[in-house]
Nanobody, 123 residues
Framework: QLRLVESGGGSVQAGGSLRLSCAASGDLFSSYTVGWFRQAAGKEREGVAS???????DYADSAKGRFVISRDNAKNALYLQMNSLKPEDTGMYFC?????????????????WGQGTQVTVSS
């Protein structure tokens, strides 16, 4: 069973950048698809991006061209580089792990979640 801990959130102005990290403890990290999700106040949780064990990445339309998801299986780590941030990117960001066949578009498949890290983008 994995345990996930996010870090790297903070407050930035629009146009700025942040890099989120997710540290995983447990076995077989490389066998999981891992992803980033976010939840804004009063809204449902939404998928941002996911990456499988072979580092094939998928992105939500809102993230394409601005965010880059990556992983380091040797370090049991997941990252999200966020550039050109917008106020609508504000929210709590969670990393999660799921089976190899899933992606960010199916959050119900992800069965291990971190506690989240807050990202606030001001205009």
């Amino acid at each position: 069973q994995l345990r996930l801990v996010e870090s790297g959130g903070g407050s930035v102005q629009a146009g700025g950048s942040l890099r989120l990290s997710c540290a995983a403890s447990g076995d077989l990290f490389s066998s999981y698809t891992v992803g980033w999700f976010r939840q804004a106040a009063g809204k449902e949780r939404e998928g941002v991006a996911s990456i499988d064990g072979d580092s094939n990445a998928d992105y939500a339309d809102s993230a394409k061209g601005r965010f880059v998801i990556s992983r380091d299986n040797a370090k049991n780590a997941l990252y999200l580089q966020m550039n050109s941030l917008k106020p609508e990117d504000t929210g709590m960001y969670f990393c999660a792990a799921g089976p190899f066949y899933t992606s960010y578009s199916a959050p119900s498949d992800f069965n291990t979640w971190g506690q989240g890290t807050q990202v606030t983008v001001s205009s």
